[in-house]
C-alpha cells in the first residue's frame, strides 16, 4: 500500500489564510481503492471526511475536524478518447498539469477560468467558471464522473447513468461523495486572440450588451474610487500565433500584474487614504494590448498577490443595474478598496446548484488584499447582489444559507433530497455544508 495515513493532526490552512481545521487524520490513498477503504474506516470510527485540492476556496468548504483526504496521488490523466472527444482525468490533478497535458495532446478545455492552481475536483465540485458567451462553466463540460459515495461505493454517473446524480455530482460542494475522476469534452487546440484595452465605466456599462454579443468571452476589471476599466475580448482565430513577448508579459504580467500591485496593496493596507491615488495610477499601467495563443496562455494568467474574495452570479439582464448601484455606493462611502471588481458572464447550465443554472448570468466578484478588513466592504456589496437575486459562488465568501438557496435556486429540494439518499448520515459534512444545505 502506498496510501499514507498521518496520526498527527496537522493544522490545515487554505490559500487566503482565512480558513484552518485541525483533522483528527490526514489521508493520501494511492488508488479509488484505498480512498473507499478510507471512508468505510471513517464510517466505523464515527468520523466525517472531507476531501481537500489546493485550498483555493475562501469558505470552509473542505473544513473538517475528521478525516481529511488528499488526492496528490490520484492524478493524470486515465483516457484520450479522441473518437468520443473525451478525456478521463484522475480528480486530484491540477489544472495546471491537466492543461498541458491536454496541449500535448493537440487538445483542450472548451473554455476555463482564469487561473489553474486548483486540482479539476476542487474547481468543478465549487463551480469555477471563466468568461463565455456560448461557452460555460468547466463543470458544464463535464460528460461523465465517477464518485466514492458514503458507504465506501464507486458511482459511475453521467447523462445515461445515474442522471439524476449526474446533474447534480457536477456542482456538489463536495456533499454528495468525493470525486476520484472526470470525463470531459474537449476539442483540438485552437487558438484566441486577446484583445485588452483600457475603456470608462460609463462607455463599458453603456455599451455591455454590444461588447457581450460580439465576442466570444468579454470580461473586464473596474477599478474603484476611478471611472476606468480593463476590458479583454478573447476570440477564435486562424492565427498566426503572437504570443505576448517575453519582455513584455514579464512586465506586465509579472511586475504590474503581480510586483507593483502587492507593493502598491501593502502601501494600501498601511496607509487607507493612499489607496483613491493608487487606484488612479493602477487602472491606467496596464496598455491596450493584443496577443494570440492556445487557449490555457489566453485565458489563465499568474495571480501570486493574495486576497480574500466575494462572487455573487446575478441574472445577466441585471449587470449593469447591479454594478451602478456598487459603484454609487462605493463613491458614497467612506471605504477604501484597493483591488479592481471583476466582471464576467456565462450561459445558462443544467446542473442543479450551478452558479448559472437555468438563468444566463453575469459574475461579479469583489476582492481585498489578504489581511485587509473586508467585512464592511463585502456586507454592502452583498446586500446589493441579494437584491438582485445573486447567487454567491460556491468557494467564495458570503453569509448566505439554506433558506436563501432554496428561494433562488428552483431546484434546490432536487439536491437536497438526493443528499438524503447518498448521505443520510452526512459522512462528508461539515459546519459550512450544514449552513449551504440545512442540516
Known amino acids: ?39 468505510r474506516q471513517a ?9 481537500v485540492g489546493t485550498g483555493h ?3 470552509a468548504a473542505a473544513a473538517t475536524d475528521g478525516v481529511l483526504i488528499r488526492p496528490q496521488l490520484l492524478t493524470g490523466i486515465r483516457k484520450v478518447d479522441r473518437e468520443a472527444g473525451t478525456v478521463t482525468v484522475e480528480a486530484g ?28 475536483s476542487g474547481a468543478v465540485s465549487t463551480g469555477t467558471h471563466g468568461t463565455g458567451r456560448d461557452s460555460a462553466s468547466i463543470a458544464a ?5 465517477e464518485l466514492v459515495t458514503a458507504d465506501g461505493s464507486v458511482l459511475s454517473c453521467s447523462e445515461k447513468e445515474n442522471p439524476e446524480v449526474f446533474a447534480a455530482a457536477r456542482v456538489g460542494i463536495g456533499a454528495l461523495g468525493i470525486i476520484t ?38 470580461e473586464f476589471y473596474w477599478f474603484p474610487h476611478t471611472g476606468n476599466c480593463n476590458t479583454k475580448r478573447n476570440n477564435r482565430s486562424a492565427g498566426p500565433e503572437r504570443p505576448v513577448g517575453t519582455v513584455r508579459g514579464l512586465f506586465e504580467d509579472e511586475f504590474l500584474s503581480n510586483g507593483v500591485f502587492q507593493v502598491a496593496n501593502y502601501v494600501g493596507r ?56 456598487l459603484k454609487a455606493m462605493v463613491d458614497r462611502s467612506p471605504l477604501r478598496i484597493s483591488f479592481p471588481v471583476e466582471v464576467r458572464t456565462a450561459p445558462a447550465d443544467d446542473i442543479t ?51 436563501y438557496f432554496a428561494d433562488v435556486y428552483p431546484r434546490f429540494g432536487e439536491f437536497t433530497e438526493l443528499r438524503d439518499r447518498l448521505d443520510p448520515e452526512r459522512r462528508f459534512g461539515n459546519d459550512y455544508l450544514r449552513r449551504m444545505l440545512g442540516e
Open 1 to 39: 500500500m502506498n496510501s499514507t495515513v498521518s496520526g498527527k493532526s496537522g493544522t490545515w490552512r487554505n490559500w487566503a489564510g482565512n480558513v484552518t481545521a485541525r483533522p483528527a487524520r490526514e489521508v493520501t490513498p494511492a488508488s479509488v481503492e484505498e480512498l473507499s477503504a478510507a471512508v
Open 43 to 51: 464510517a466505523e470510527d464515527g468520523l466525517r471526511v472531507k476531501a
Open 57 to 59: 476556496s475562501f469558505t
Open 93 to 120: 490533478t491540477p489544472l495546471k498539469r491537466l492543461n498541458l497535458a491536454l496541449a500535448r495532446e493537440g487538445l483542450s478545455l472548451t473554455n476555463m477560468g482564469d487561473i489553474m492552481e486548483q486540482t479539476v
Open 141 to 145: 463540460q463535464i460528460t461523465g464522473l
Open 181 to 218: 475522476a472526470i470525463t470531459f469534452s474537449v476539442e483540438p487546440t485552437f487558438l484566441l486572440t486577446a484583445r485588452e484595452e483600457p475603456m470608462s465605466f460609463d462607455e463599458v456599462t453603456g455599451s455591455f450588451d454590444e461588447l457581450f454579443a460580439e465576442n466570444e468571452h468579454f
Open 270 to 325: 498601511a496607509v487607507p487614504a493612499t489607496i483613491p491615488s493608487i487606484a488612479k495610477i493602477s487602472s491606467r499601467a496596464l496598455s491596450a494590448r493584443t496577443y494570440t495563443d492556445i487557449p490555457y496562455k489566453v485565458f489563465t494568467s499568474p495571480r501570486r498577490v493574495r486576497f480574500t474574495e466575494m462572487e455573487f452570479a446575478v441574472p445577466r439582464e441585471a449587470l449593469v443595474e447591479t454594478l451602478r448601484e
Open 353 to 403: 446548484l450551478s452558479t448559472a443554472s437555468g438563468r444566463d448570468t453575469a459574475y461579479i466578484a469583489v476582492h481585498m488584499f489578504r489581511g485587509t478588513p473586508y467585512q464592511a466592504y463585502f456586507s454592502a456589496a452583498e446586500r446589493i447582489f441579494t437584491a438582485h437575486e445573486g447567487r454567491p459562488h460556491w468557494g467564495k465568501v458570503h453569509t448566505r444559507d439554506a433558506e
